[in-house]
């Protein structure tokens, strides 16, 4: 693997931010967030139970309970029971006795990272508590595959993964088909030997979902604690398709998206059957509403618009295009939808293909120049884009910033209706 460098943009909170720093500068589990001692945590004043009013036990649903862990921690608050008292009292604090409600310790923290919870109605019995972070950090990764090597290549993509978390990220995006290969190499189809050859070894390196590479993909979501977004090529039965793949950081599925419209040189490798009939999946998570379409897909508006409709904050964006035309493309869809858009390319050179020895050349040329970036609601680029080599592109991300892309476009309309209003009345009169 090529030196790897790390692209970042410093958030305008105190926290400092460093452009392209070389990997090995960053080890694992480092951030560059601050943590409050322990010993000061421990000094500072909690509160009691003699200070509580009495209560009875609540059960909890243990699904509930990573939520309410972290949201103990990020409070720094003393208990669970605290945890749940404090929400009770946000949420209806007529069914408390009277008395002091436990508060958060917010000298602990550091002023950037305070905690601004979103309290769903815990007490509605299929109400699903959610806790969401308002400011993240967020990598796409720009590297390229192992071709034909699916344990090499989930290798890589764990050291990415840990240089990344370490680096304090939240949500890694991979480009498409990271796992598995971009089909660059394949030949058309045609009766020759070589190229059935080449397909059945490009098959078996496709994944299966659900399935043993699969299952290592949560493994490494769940060790570093990440949400992890990652093209595959999946293998069903005797199809192949370009996926895109969702984990929790408790290494949990939470759902995959299939490419609905390969491309035309795309269409001898890659199905897209029965997938135009389906819904697109939207996930809400503690890091905002996660979505997103592969490569081709992205141009069509209905696809989007779907999207929209549903309230995607985070719109991921893997794909196999390192030109203008998608920048342009990924700049129009962040301001169009009100959301964030996190675009993941390979780069690549022909000496990563299987072809390369066969054909003349350089093998060193540039097959994929990358381009990877992250965009804002309101069109300004983030991070990146880099066509130089591998890398890993971060950015501290905001989403206030899309209720204020979404109260702009709202004045933008009632403007243009006025406008429109008053022209009308004019041609009447």
């Known amino acids: 693997m090529e030196d790897l460098h790390v692209l970042a943009v410093p958030t305008p909170t105190k926290q400092k931010s460093t452009a392209k720093t070389t990997a090995a500068g960053i080890k694992a589990g480092e951030t560059n967030g601050s943590s409050p001692p322990a010993a000061a945590s421990r000094r500072r004043g909690r509160p009691t139970a003699s200070h509580l009013p009495p209560r009875k ?48 310790d917010k000298r602990s923290a550091p002023e950037a990272s305070d905690p601004e919870p979103i309290c769903m109605p815990i007490l509605q019995a299929k109400a ?30 764990e050291r ?17 088909a990271f796992v598995g290969g971009y089909p660059r190499c394949m030949p058309p189809v045609d009766s020759g030997a070589k190229d059935e050859e080449l397909m059945l070894k490009y098959r078996s390196s496709a994944i299966e979902v659900p399935g043993p590479e699969f299952e290592s993909l949560g493994k490494i979501a769940a060790k570093h604690r990440v ?39 795309e269409t001898a490798v890659w199905s897209s059957e029965g997938q135009c009939n389906s819904s697109l999946p939207l996930y809400q998570t503690i890091v905002g509403n996660v979505g997103g379409l592969i490569c081709w897909d992205n141009i069509f508006p209905l696809l989007r618009n779907e999207l929209y409709a549903k309230g995607i904050e985070i719109y991921c964006a893997p794909n196999a295009d390192p030109g203008e035309m998608w920048r342009s493309a990924a700049v129009h869809i962040a301001v169009e939808g009100s959301c964030f858009v996190l675009s993941a390319n390979q780069f690549c050179r022909r000496k990563d ?14 097959v994929c120049a990358g381009g990877s970036f992250i965009v804002s609601p309101s069109g300004t680029i983030l991070s990146g884009p880099d066509h130089e080599g591998e890398c890993l592109i971060s950015a501290d991300i905001d989403l206030k910033e899309i209720d204020g892309a979404k109260s702009k476009l709202m004045r933008i309309n009632q403007t243009e209706s006025n406008v429109d209003a008053r022209a009308g009345s004019s041609h009447g009169s």
Do not use: C
């Open 160 to 176: 990415l993964i840990a240089i990344a978390a370490g680096y304090g990220s939240h949500l890694i995006v991979f480009p498409e």
């Open 227 to 265: 949400y992890l977004v990652i093209g595959v090529v999946e293998r069903s039965g005797k199809v192949l398709y370009s996926t895109m793949l969702f984990f929790d950081p408790a290494g949990r599925i939470l759902g995959r998206q299939r490419k609905m419209f390969p491309s035309p040189s």
């Open 57 to 104: 036990s609540i059960s909890v649903s243990t699904s509930w309970y990573p939520l309410l862990v972290q949201l103990k921690n990020e409070l720094h608050l003393r208990s669970l029971a605290d945890t749940v008292h404090w929400l009770i009292h946000r949420v209806r604090p007529d069914l408390l006795p009277t008395g002091p409600t436990p508060k958060p």
């Open 128 to 157: 699903r508590l959610l806790i969401q972070k308002r400011s993240i950090r967020a990598t796409v990764v720009q590297a390229a595959s192992l071709f034909f090597d699916t344990p090499g290549t989930l290798d890589k993509a």
């Open 353 to 366: 293909y299987p072809l390369a020895a066969d054909q003349d050349g350089d093998i060193n040329e540039i």
